[in-house]
């Protein structure tokens, strides 16, 4: 089940915090990339969105019949998103710097919360509504939880680019 994966993933992400300091979270590779701290901080702003709008289709059947574009379709068939860096919305340029790393811990914490709470609602009601991602037409809440824990798995190769950036750093210190 989706949420069981899901929960795995996010404390996946949880666990590795204890391997950098605070520093180390906010270093950048370059002006105009990511620390992973703000990767951090990306994942749990929009996870928090997806999680906003899977809770909407599961308050009516608005758009039931509409469907996912031939991409997102190919997305959900390989479990994945595509290999390639994707230029997000002209507002990722303001994702903050973490406060803390308690900061990340407790928002993460805060989506397992909420992806557990939509897995029972998901369980419980009737309704099968679907909302519309800005790309990739109509997703039900399924479907967003489960481009939700694609994106985490996604962010892994970014982390990966960053991790190298801070091993090389600290083999020139």
């Given at each position: 089940m989706i949420t069981e994966e899901f929960n795995s993933t996010i404390d996946s992400w949880i666990e590795q915090l204890d391997y950098y300091g605070f520093p180390q979270l906010r270093a950048?590779?370059?002006?105009?990339?990511?620390?992973?701290?703000?990767?951090y901080m990306h994942l749990i702003e929009s996870t928090a969105h997806f999680f906003e709008e899977a809770r909407r289709c599961l308050s009516s059947n608005d758009h039931e019949h509409e469907e996912a574009s031939p991409s997102a379709k190919k997305m959900?068939?390989?479990?994945?998103?595509?290999?390639?860096?994707?230029?997000?919305?002209?507002?990722?340029?303001?994702?903050?710097?973490p406060d803390s790393k308690d900061q990340l811990i407790d928002g993460l914490m805060k989506l397992k919360a909420e992806?557990?709470?939509?897995?029972?609602?998901?369980?419980?009601?009737?309704?099968?509504?679907?909302?519309?991602?800005?790309?990739?037409?109509?997703?039900?809440?399924?479907?967003?939880?489960?481009?939700?824990?694609?994106?985490?798995?996604?962010?892994?190769?970014q982390k990966r680019r960053i991790d190298d950036f801070l091993s090389a750093s600290a083999d020139r210190s």
């Open positions: 950048k590779p370059s002006e105009s990339a990511w620390s992973l701290g703000q990767v959900f068939d390989n479990n994945e998103l595509p290999d390639i860096l994707i230029e997000g919305p002209a507002s990722n340029r303001n994702t903050p710097q992806l557990n709470s939509l897995g029972a609602l998901m369980s419980a009601t009737e309704f099968r509504g679907k909302t519309k991602h800005p790309g990739l037409r109509y997703f039900g809440a399924h479907d967003w939880l489960l481009f939700a824990e694609m994106h985490f798995r996604h962010h892994l190769r």
